[in-house]
């Protein structure tokens, strides 16, 4: 199975920051890298698919970059409702396999 | 629109089956590329992939779990059944289901609300 590594674990930030997450493959993947971002009690929300397309009315604050092994997700401007966890998951070969997430807190 | 529930016992006792079922609306399972998935997490960890059943009835399971796990679709009333066999206390967890429409380029981008399975005696 590929494994997924996210890191930070967990990061503070302020509203207006700009927050990077990065999520790093046990081999390339391609471009097969989704971002998800989940808040307590809800179930996963897809960001972005195939590492920097935009899921459709996700805002444009949010992006995805990288190919093969590291990927990054960026917040240009954090929003209050951004407050949440967020997962990479790879969806090169089966089993797709998510990252550990990182918690994002103000 | 599309939308996904699940449904199943809250509460299994240890070494019971359990079988829960994943109702669809909005898209069909015919539709070629289509892929209905279960994901679960356990209370405060992270997502865990399970099982997928593909359009063409092809089934991929989890690597440590592929012993427990079987996966079926029942076409004519939209619905996808997860079964997992020897339940024990650490398979507590929310269970999803959720949609993606090609294996590789697309993410989960349809969920199910989730459903609490506590295992306990």
């Known amino acids: 199975d590929i494994q997924m590594t996210q890191s930070p674990s967990s990061l503070s930030a302020s509203a207006g920051d700009r927050v990077t997450i990065t999520c790093r493959a046990s081999?390339?993947?391609?471009?097969?890298l989704n971002w998800y971002q989940q808040k307590p009690g809800k179930a996963p929300k897809l960001l972005i698919y195939?590492?920097?397309s935009l899921q459709s009315g996700v805002p444009s604050r949010f992006s995805g970059s990288g190919s093969g092994t590291d990927f990054t997700l960026t917040i240009s401007s954090l929003q209050p409702e951004d407050f949440a966890t967020y997962y990479c998951?790879?969806?090169?070969?089966?089993?797709?396999?998510f990252g550990q997430g990182t918690k994002v807190e103000i | 629109q599309v939308t996904l529930r699940e449904s199943g016992p809250a509460l299994v006792k240890p070494t019971q089956t359990l079988t829960l079922t994943c109702t669809f609306s909005?898209?069909?399972?015919?539709?070629?590329?289509?892929?209905v998935n279960w994901i679960r997490q356990p209370p405060g960890k992270a997502l865990e992939w399970l099982a997928r059943?593909?359009?063409?009835?092809?089934?991929y399971y989890s690597t440590s779990l592929k012993t427990r796990l079987t996966i079926s679709k029942d076409t004519s009333k939209n619905q996808v059944v997860l079964t997992m066999t020897n339940m024990d206390p650490v398979d507590t967890a929310t269970y999803y289901c959720?949609?993606?429409?090609?294996?590789?380029?697309?993410?989960?981008?349809?969920w199910g609300q989730g459903t609490l399975v506590t295992v306990s005696s």
């Open positions: 909005g898209f069909s399972l015919t539709t070629s590329g289509m892929c």
């Open positions: 959720a949609r993606i429409t090609h294996p590789q380029s697309s993410g989960f981008d349809y």
């Open positions: 998951q790879q969806s090169y070969s089966a089993p797709p396999t």
């Open positions: 059943i593909d359009w063409d009835d092809d089934k």
């Open positions: 081999q390339s993947i391609s471009r097969y």
């Open positions: 195939a590492a920097s």
